[in-house]
């Protein structure tokens, strides 16, 4: 009959005598543990030898002892040389001796005089306390048990001890956490309307199993940083109602064969125990990446890990309600068998947001800003063109720093205007000391980028130009607004641009007669455009409609290269094209700047008194007639 049969035992009882056992068993093993240790240890760093009563006072009649400590039970003392061989004669072997000694103290009232007899050094120790004597032994064991303790949970922590390491390192929220809903998110409307069918599957799911559909069991989250791939997952648990299981991909991968795999189960268990729910890998990338040989041979632990990934998304029954969700902005990266059907079935596009959406982006986070009177959202979203959620969020944030900086009662449109110079250009360095002459050439190098955009950039007004220096390196900037957002750019256009980048130097070449190193950027930027044009847009009027660069894998951590697939004449004909192309762009800057001499001057002499030119000032100089 098994133990306990027949017995309505409460209900936990036996999770909690597991647990009372465990943390019994654990202390009773420290004790066993420490009190052995402690007789080691004072054994091998205090040796003594033990002598009988009789040794002892053979010892001391022929004065081969010396500083005797009496005590009520024992006397400890230090042996004199000589006393190896008396204890020889006496026991008949001979003795390798420790310098201290003890032997039980006997009932000899001779004892003292002899001891001043002999001339002896002695002490008498006077009886110690209960409680001493206690303490004497205490205080060592509970400092081991407190060293077996820490070491005991340094092994068995939940975060990422070593006997706990194969656990899961996922962050769990119950429903009632996840205060997230598609009210909270903005900017990402297509995205949005491709989830609302997860969320109708996590909220009826008899609905769709009785029809005999199947839910995608994941979902692949795709776009830049900073879109708002994680809001969107969160979103989903909260407008579904389901626990949320929150675990980056780079949790998975330790440097211990097996333990990623281990912890892709435990992450399976844990969300099959919750279904249904929600679990949302971040970064899947760092797990995800292309399988292929490492370089030093053989197999990775991150390869062995994406394996068991892919295994528990083939074995787990989607009818049970749990759905993945992942994010990454290197979709280019992922194995394939990732994508296939039967895992992540949907792969939803979180791209940067348009104007409409930026709108509806900057009024979220400045839902509990207080903004004045002149703050328009519209005109903040016309010019952050190209910026994500987490830059919009970023500019709201700094705005309503530098107005509370300043004592205003309200946010206004300079404080928001300023917020965007800080997060396109970096800080403002008014500190850092120019001479007049580097003043003069910044602000024609600027006034020649403004010149010739307002020339042969229309459609991308001027909207700032600035010589203050921020950043790191820049020493000025002039800022561009595109009038509407475009996803297509033309051969011209790009010829424009190009221009444009040229324009500083050509400034600085007319006026100065010699070139400086600040055009260094504008450079860099200008032959990447030329090159893209030759090598991957076929804009050639020589080589023609192909492409010269492909993207190549890699078996190291850059997981893809560019190669240029070209020989030796071909080489030579696109260093010639792309010379080409920046020559008549500079000699197109450079025609426009000297039939518009008199107007940069006007707006060099400006921008040294007032260090910023924007609004009506601006327009002035650079469009009216």
């Known amino acids: 009959m098994a133990l306990g049969a027949g017995i309505n035992w409460p209900e936990g009882f036996f999770e909690l005598t597991m647990n009372f056992s465990h943390k019994t068993l654990f202390i009773l093993i420290l004790v066993f543990i420490s009190l052995p240790t402690i007789y080691v240890l004072q054994r091998y760093l205090n040796p003594v030898e033990k002598l009988s009563y009789y040794e002892f006072k053979a010892l001391l009649k022929k004065g081969q002892v010396q500083d005797v400590i009496i005590g009520k039970r024992d006397i400890q003392g230090k042996f004199k040389e000589g ?56 205080v060592p064991v509970l400092l081991l048990i407190l060293f077996w303790i820490f070491i005991f949970r340094r092994f068995v ?11 899961s390192k996922a962050r769990i929220y119950v429903e009632n956490e996840i205060k997230v809903t598609f009210q909270d998110v903005a900017g990402v409307d297509e995205a949005v309307e491709e989830l609302k069918e997860i969320i109708d599957f996590l909220k009826y799911p008899q609905r769709f199993v009785s029809l005999g559909a199947k839910i995608p069991k994941g979902v692949l989250l795709v776009g830049p940083p900073g879109t708002g791939k994680t809001l969107l997952a969160k979103a989903v648990a909260g407008e579904a109602g389901v626990p949320f299981i929150s675990i980056s991909g780079s949790s998975f991968v330790e440097m211990f064969v097996g333990v990623g795999a281990a912890r892709v189960r435990d992450l399976f268990t844990q969300a099959e125990k919750m279904a249904p729910c929600i679990i949302f890998i971040d970064e899947i990338d760092a797990v995800g990446r292309v399988r292929g040989l ?124 300023e917020a965007i110079d800080r997060v396109i250009a970096g800080l403002a360095r008014k ?10 050439r910044i602000a024609y190098h600027e006034a020649g980028h403004a010149i010739v955009a307002s020339v042969l950039t229309p459609k991308e007004k001027v909207h700032r ?4 220096p921020r950043g790191v390196t820049a020493l000025g900037y002039t800022l561009q607004l595109p009038e509407e957002e475009k996803y297509l750019i033309t051969k011209g256009e790009i010829l424009s641009k190009i221009a444009v980048l040229f324009g500083g130097r050509v400034a600085e070449e007319l006026y100065f007669e ?75 800057s450079k025609e426009v700047i000297e039939s518009k001499r008199e107007r940069l001057e006007k707006l060099v002499e400006e921008l040294l008194q007032k260090e910023v030119l924007e609004g009506e000032t601006l327009n002035r100089l650079l469009y009216e007639d």
């Open 83 to 138: 006393a190896a061989e008396t204890l020889h004669e006496i026991r008949g072997k001979p003795i390798k001796l420790t310098p201290i000694f003890i032997t039980h103290r006997g009932d000899d009232p001779d004892l003292i005089r002899l001891l001043e007899e002999r001339g002896i050094n002695f002490e008498i120790k006077p009886e110690s306390g209960f409680w001493i004597n206690l303490l004497s032994w205490v």
């Open 157 to 167: 922590s939940p975060d990422g001890g070593i006997m706990s390491v194969g656990k």
């Open 294 to 417: 490492s370089p030093a041979g053989g197999t990775e632990e991150r390869e062995h890990t994406l394996t068991q990934l892919l295994t528990e998304m083939d074995g787990f029954d989607p009818r049970k309600g749990v759905i993945i969700i992942a994010a990454t902005n290197r979709p280019e990266i992922l194995d394939s068998a990732l994508l296939r059907p039967g895992r992540f079935d949907r792969v939803v596009v979180v791209d940067r947001p348009d104007l409409k959406g930026r709108e509806a982006i900057l009024k979220i986070h400045s839902r509990n800003i207080k903004l004045a009177e002149n703050v328009n959202l519209k005109v903040i979203a016309a010019r952050t063109v190209g910026m994500v959620g987490a830059d919009l969020a970023n500019i709201v944030n700094e705005a309503a720093l530098l107005a509370a900086r300043k004592g205003k009662e309200a946010v206004e449109l300079e404080d928001f205007e």
């Open 431 to 440: 500190s850092r000391y120019l001479t007049s002459e580097e003043k003069r």
């Open 465 to 468: 130009v600035s010589i203050i």
């Open 514 to 588: 010699e070139v400086s190193t600040g055009a260094q950027n504008d450079l860099e930027k200008a032959t990447e455009l030329a090159r893209a044009m030759v090598l991957d847009y076929g804009m050639s009027e020589i080589l023609g409609p192909q492409t010269f660069r492909k993207r190549e894998a890699l078996f190291l951590d850059t997981p893809y290269r560019e190669r240029e697939l070209i020989s030796e004449e071909t080489s030579r004909l696109i260093d010639q094209e792309i010379a080409k192309i920046l020559k008549s762009c500079y000699d197109k």
